[in-house]
């Protein structure tokens, strides 16, 4: 497997399109990390059944959240995609998130090139808000059985704020 982080950059921020990396398909309770130091995806852990991913989540190359781990990507597609895979992404907003005291945010994206919906799928508002929920609904509760409350989803941005949020973590890449 290649180093993602040496192929691959945070792709076209200004106009919204960006790379993104597959670590967990929608529908895994796998918690499947990309390993920077080892070039190598590796799985961290089983999650419960009950907590499996309600998205495709993966990452962005050459970016590093206030957490330290490359900035996370909720993934939205119709099938579920196979690790490994990256895509060119359009980013449709950003949800606000806090894990165990440390910012951990969620670029939300769907696939720049999307013929099945005809691109329809511009911002968050286009999603379905029973999606939102769901997503809201895991995030808040995934580490419920091992580390109650905490998590928190703590709002959702728009595209504006996403694009703050990965130009954010492309200077930390640089500055490492």
């Keep these: 497997m290649a180093d993602f982080n040496q192929i691959l950059d945070a792709g076209n921020v200004e106009n919204g399109v960006i790379n993104v990396v597959v670590e967990i398909p929608e ?3 796998h918690k499947i990390e990309w390993d920077r130091k080892n070039a ?10 009950i907590f499996a991913k309600p998205t495709n989540y993966g ?13 996370d ?4 597609t119709r099938e579920p995609l196979p690790t490994g895979v990256y895509l060119s992404a359009r980013v449709i907003g950003v949800m606000k998130f806090v894990d165990d005291g440390e910012v951990d945010d969620k670029i939300v994206v769907v696939p720049e090139d999307d013929r099945d919906n005809g691109n329809a799928i511009k911002s968050l508002s286009d999603l379905p808000e ?3 929920k769901q997503i809201e609904f895991h995030f808040n509760n995934y580490k419920a ?4 409350g905490t998590t928190k989803v703590s709002h959702w941005g728009d595209v504006e704020e996403a694009k703050k949020v990965i130009r954010e973590s492309q ?3 640089q500055q490492q």
């Design 130 to 132: 029973q999606l939102i």
């Design 73 to 76: 990507a909720l993934i939205i």
């Design 40 to 49: 190598v995806m590796m799985l961290d852990r089983v999650e419960p059944k």
């Design 27 to 29: 529908g895994s309770c």
């Design 171 to 173: 200077q930390r890449w």
């Design 59 to 71: 990452f962005i190359p050459q970016t590093l959240d206030e957490d330290g781990d490359e900035l």
């Design 145 to 148: 059985l091992k580390k109650p």
